[in-house]
């Protein structure tokens, strides 16, 4: 099976635009997770979407949304970017239950 | 929520020691614990995993080993070679059997180098 991809792979943007991200999980897989990966916090979860439906949200403002399409293929929204959301964006698929595995990434840098 | 403390930050061996990296979460309610290796520019891959209902799970040179009591979990590596240099993440899981969904926690990961 194809692995998890995920574009663009580099993206850089400029404060208080807006930027979409999309991840394409591994074929059969329902469950996408996103996550953010910097240097000093390590991994931290966005929101984990399962069958078009948000299951779990993680502790990030209301300007990170996402959402599912019924293919599984999954999109990032990150609203009023700020310097601070310069990270490596990462999503995961999983059929739901324990395994996941993780996109290539998606690199965002603001300025 | 859970929390997922992991030690240490960085860890330096000679090739041919064994490497032990240690985590402890806080939800005892976490029934999954998979560990992932990140080599520099790649994504982060599944190594080894292990389910509350083992103790203890081997693949070759690697191991992990769960105490449910104490609420942490260890990954061992031996004999280990320049190509396990990475960076090794733990991680916690909750799986809910209402919903199918689970939400993972991640440990702040150890830089492994392993020194010819």
């Known amino acids: 099976k194809a692995g998890v991809t995920q574009t663009p792979r580099y993206l850089i943007k400029t404060r208080g635009q807006q930027v979409t991200l999309s991840c394409s999980p591994i074929?059969?897989?329902?469950?996408v997770s996103w996550y953010q990966q910097t240097p000093g916090q390590g991994l931290q979860f966005l929101f984990e979407?399962?069958?078009?439906?948000?299951?779990n949200k993680g502790n990030f403002p209301g300007r990170f949304s996402g959402r599912q399409f019924s293919n599984s293929r999954s999109e990032m929204n990150v609203s009023t970017l700020e310097l601070g959301d310069s990270a490596l964006y990462l999503c995961?698929?999983?059929?739901?239950?324990?395994?996941?595995?993780f996109g290539p990434g998606t690199r965002l840098t603001v300025t | 929520g859970e929390n997922v403390e992991q030690h240490p930050s960085t860890l330096s061996v000679q090739e041919g020691d064994s490497a032990v990296i240690k985590c402890t979460y806080s939800?005892?309610?976490?029934?999954?614990f998979p560990w992932y290796k990140q080599e520099l520019g790649k994504r982060p891959q599944l190594i080894i995993d292990?389910?509350?209902?083992?103790g203890e799970k081997k693949d070759q040179r690697i191991a992990v080993t769960l105490n449910k009591t104490a609420k942490h979990f260890s990954l061992h590596i031996t004999e280990t070679q320049p190509e396990d240099s990475a960076v090794y993440f733990c991680?916690?899981?909750?799986?809910?059997?209402?919903?199918?969904?689970?939400?993972?926690?991640f440990g702040t990961g150890t830089s492994l180098t392993v020194i010819p």
């Open positions: 995961a698929s999983g059929e739901g239950r324990y395994e996941q595995y």
């Open positions: 074929s059969g897989h329902r469950s």
């Open positions: 979407y399962f069958s078009e439906t948000q299951r």
């Open positions: 939800d005892s309610a976490s029934n999954y």
């Open positions: 292990i389910r509350s209902n083992v």
């Open positions: 991680a916690a899981s909750r799986l809910n059997p209402s919903n199918t969904g689970n939400q993972f926690y």
